[in-house]
């Protein structure tokens, strides 16, 4: 005894544009028209245009580089880089405030940290974010310091 197929609709064996319903045991009169099926969606996430390119576990083992803030020391080499005249001025006139022989060691400080911030000017026009903008106004109010205390002190 052959095992018969469970009742259901199932594709007419007289017209293939139509589902016919089988009881277990026979064919039944009750028909109703094909209705095609549609394809099975893709469940990929990506998009199909991508997917020739999609290679998984393409960049496993790769190093990643985070690249880390600048610390305060490398912000200082950049700045003395960048904009040495700046620097320059700063060092200039902390030497001129704290021994200030004569007051010409002032006045290059104030000099040199000037064009030092016309300098930070254009870095930072350029696009640069460490310009020695700070350093060369610190130079230059140290310079006018000293200078002051030359003064102060000279005219005594």
């Given at each position: 005894?052959?095992?018969?197929?469970?009742?259901?609709?199932?594709?007419?064996?007289?017209?293939?544009?139509?589902?016919?319903?089988?009881?277990?045991?026979?064919?039944?009169?009750?028909?109703?028209?094909?209705?095609?099926?549609?394809?099975?969606?893709s469940q990929?996430?990506?998009?199909l245009q991508?997917?020739?390119?999609?290679?998984?576990?393409?960049?496993?083992?790769?190093?990643?580089?985070?690249?880390?803030?600048?610390?305060?020391?490398?912000?200082?080499?950049?700045?003395?880089?960048n904009?040495?005249?700046?620097?320059?001025?700063?060092?200039?006139?902390?030497?001129?405030l704290?021994?200030?022989?004569?007051?010409?060691?002032?006045?290059?400080?104030?000099?040199?940290s000037?064009?030092?911030?016309?300098?930070?000017?254009?870095?930072?026009?350029?696009?640069?974010?460490?310009?020695?903008?700070?350093?060369?106004k610190?130079?230059?109010?140290?310079?006018?310091?000293?200078?002051?205390a030359?003064?102060?002190?000279?005219?005594?």
């Amino acid at each position: 005894m052959t095992q018969q197929p469970d009742a259901g609709w199932y594709t007419d064996p007289e017209d293939a544009q139509q589902v016919r319903w089988w009881n277990g045991v026979a064919w039944s009169d009750q028909r109703k028209p094909l209705v095609p099926q549609p394809a099975p969606v893709s469940q990929s996430p990506i998009p199909l245009q991508y997917a020739d390119e999609y290679v998984p576990m393409a960049n496993h083992g790769q190093a990643r580089f985070v690249q880390a803030p600048p610390t305060r020391k490398e912000k200082d080499r950049e700045v003395r880089k960048n904009n040495a005249m700046a620097y320059t001025g700063l060092v200039l006139s902390l030497i001129a405030l704290l021994l200030n022989p004569f007051g010409v060691v002032n006045i290059l400080g104030i000099v040199f940290s000037s064009i030092g911030f016309a300098k930070a000017s254009e870095l930072q026009g350029a696009g640069y974010s460490i310009s020695g903008r700070g350093t060369a106004k610190a130079g230059i109010i140290i310079g006018i310091l000293g200078l002051a205390a030359f003064g102060y002190f000279f005219l005594q």
